[in-house]
């Protein structure tokens, strides 16, 4: 059965901090791991990773994979209020199922 | 707004009575999937449709039931329902059939059982 284990389980920082939440999995026959931001409601995308060593980047927020030691970090420079939400990791493998972790949960104080 | 559509956006029923939501795919988009999120189980996938054929199934109890119609929207149907399915229930979609294309989730629907 496919895993992902999130951590920290919950993170309380200041604005202008910067931020490393980390995804560890265990899948059969690794296809991608994705990052999702959740606030109020719905996931939004935020990254598709798929290679080892290949860092994705998107403003202050970036990720990469390690495909050797099975877990990707997603970082987040410069934090800000906006920022606050749950993070989501996912794990698709040969099965087609998306497999997710419990996520992170940030709060950025002003 | 990702353009997933799904309605009703909150639902309150009694235990035994059975439910229909329904999810509208971004226009383009031929695939649909079906999540359940609650407190205890985070983001459970239940299943996947492309272009009106299942493509994946995940922890989908007996008693729920999916299909995508022609027009590719789609009915989540759950039966007999229990306390324990009151959750909020996520429709996504996306152009491919896999992961490998960034899934856009709908708003979600709050089923409250009673």
């Known amino acids: 059965e496919d895993k992902v284990v999130q951590s920290p389980l919950s993170l309380v920082v200041h604005e202008g901090d910067t931020v490393t939440l980390n995804c560890s999995y265990e899948?059969?026959?690794?296809?991608?791991l994705l990052w999702y931001k959740q606030e109020k409601k719905a996931p939004t995308f935020l990254f598709m990773l798929?290679?080892?060593?290949i860092e994705k980047k998107s403003g202050r927020l970036s990720s990469i994979l390690d495909k050797k030691e099975l877990f990707s970090i997603l970082n987040i420079t410069a934090t800000q209020t906006g920022d606050s939400a749950v993070y989501l990791c996912?794990?698709?493998?040969?099965?087609?199922?998306?497999?997710f972790g419990r996520g992170t949960s940030l709060i950025v104080h002003p | 707004d990702s353009g997933v559509t799904q309605t009703p956006k909150h639902l309150i029923t009694a235990t035994g009575q059975r439910v229909t939501l329904r999810c509208s795919p971004r226009?383009?988009?031929?695939?649909v999937y079906w999540y359940q999120q609650s407190l205890d189980q985070g983001l459970q996938f239940l299943i996947q449709?492309?272009?009106?054929?299942?493509?994946a199934k995940g922890n989908i109890l007996e008693r729920f039931s999916a299909q995508q119609f022609p027009d590719l929207h789609s009915e989540l149907n759950l039966s007999s329902l229990e306390l324990g399915d009151s959750a909020l229930y996520f429709c996504?979609?996306?152009?491919?059939?896999?992961?490998?294309?960034?899934?856009?989730f709908g708003p979600g629907t709050r089923l409250t059982v009673l």
């Open positions: 996504a979609s996306s152009v491919g059939g896999t992961s490998t294309n960034e899934q856009f």
């Open positions: 899948v059969t026959n690794f296809r991608s």
């Open positions: 798929t290679s080892s060593g």
């Open positions: 996912a794990v698709e493998g040969g099965s087609y199922i998306p497999t």
């Open positions: 226009s383009g988009d031929l695939s």
């Open positions: 449709y492309y272009n009106g054929e299942e493509r």
